[in-house]
């Protein structure tokens, strides 16, 4: 199982930008496929975006197609979120996770991080 942990969640303006950074241990992440879930309080996570072992594939949820980007740094274990055009409704606990093939069910998903919070103001 690989550790992950994840970065640069803060408080933004709505408009603003972030980038998340979600930092994985052990050699096995540079296979595995990285999403990030998030969850607003009150509400069920929800699947954000997801990269293939490769990074030669990506898929983002319709509510951030066009704003949010996924990325990973194979070489050096690391995966990240941009997140641009922030609006209020993104406002929640960003998580990534790992996998051994694309999902966006979060049971596909053995390996978490403890997630970081990001809130949009208006």
């Known amino acids: 199982q690989v550790q992950l942990v994840e970065s640069g969640g803060g408080l933004v303006q709505a408009g603003g930008s972030l980038r998340l950074s979600c930092t994985a241990s052990?050699?096995?992440?540079?296979?595995?496929?990285v999403a990030w879930f998030r969850q607003a309080p009150g509400r069920q996570r929800e699947f954000v975006a997801i990269?293939?072992?490769?990074?030669?594939?990506?898929r983002l949820a319709e509510s951030v197609e066009g704003r949010f980007t996924i990325s990973r740094d194979r070489a050096n274990n690391m995966a990240y979120l941009q997140l641009d055009s922030l609006k209020p409704e993104d406002t929640a606990t960003y998580y990534c996770?790992?996998?051994?093939?694309?999902?966006?069910?979060?049971?596909?998903?053995?390996?978490w991080g403890q997630g970081t919070q990001v809130t949009v103001s208006s």
């Open positions: 052990g050699r096995v992440f540079s296979n595995l496929a």
């Open positions: 996770a790992a996998a051994p093939y694309m999902s966006v069910k979060e049971s596909d998903f053995a390996s």
């Open positions: 990269i293939s072992g490769s990074g030669g594939g990506t």
